[in-house]
Each structure stands twice: as C-alpha cells, then as structure tokens.
C-alpha cells in the first residue's frame, strides 16, 4: 500500500491506534503495534474496495507530502526547500494548506530526502 499510516498509543482506549489520514474515515486499532498494522491495512483494502464497488473518489497518494509529514519532527524545510529546489514559500503554503505537489516537486522533494 503506497498510502502513509499513523499508528499511535491510546492511554484513553489502552490500545494502539491506526489511521490512514487520506482514506478519510479509514482508522483501526490493536492491542500491539503490530496488530494494529495488521488491523489498519485490512480496513485500508476494505475501503479502497468498497469506493471502487461504490465508483466512490479514491485519492492519489501523495508520497512526498505523506513523507513530510512522517518526518516532520526531524526536518527544516527551508533546508528541504534548498536540497530539492523547491521555492521554500511554496514548500511551506501547500504543507500548510494540504495542497498537493506536482509530480515534479514530489521526486524532488523525495530524491531531497533520501539523498538520491
């Protein structure tokens, strides 16, 4: 599955949770970290099916935004915006704004991050 999924632990529901944040609504849980991935890919399939079996809208992922936001607890962006050419306003209005890259500034940004 090429979408990004969040997996967190709950004090509130003493679970793990997991979420695919562009399947909206997609989200799951297990006692285990690996119970809930297990648990959130299984209802990322069921949802993809059930949109394809409805002819509902199933978004694009958007890789470099999903890898952004995966690290970005360790990024500087206006470093990111260097590295990958991107203008770093535009970098930083479409992560704000949730707008998505071009797929361009996706291999860009990506090649940025992992060094390519």
């Not at 949770?17 to 119970?35: F, N, W």
Request: aromatic residues 6%; glycine residues 6%.
């Amino acid at each position: 599955m090429k979408y990004l999924i969040k997996i967190h632990w709950s004090e509130e529901d003493s679970a793990y949770l997991a979420t695919v944040p562009a399947l909206r609504g997609c989200i799951s849980h297990g006692d285990s970290y690996q119970e809930a991935m297990v648990n959130i890919q299984e209802a990322a399939e069921l949802w993809l099916e059930m949109a394809r079996q409805y002819r509902d809208p199933i978004p694009e992922p958007d890789l470099a935004a999903e890898e952004i936001t995966r690290l970005a607890p360790l990024l500087n962006v206006s470093k990111l915006a260097r590295l990958s050419g991107v203008n770093s306003h535009t970098l930083a209005t479409k992560l704000r704004r949730g707008t998505r890259f071009t797929a361009d500034e996706s291999q860009r940004i990506l090649g940025a991050i992992h060094g390519v």
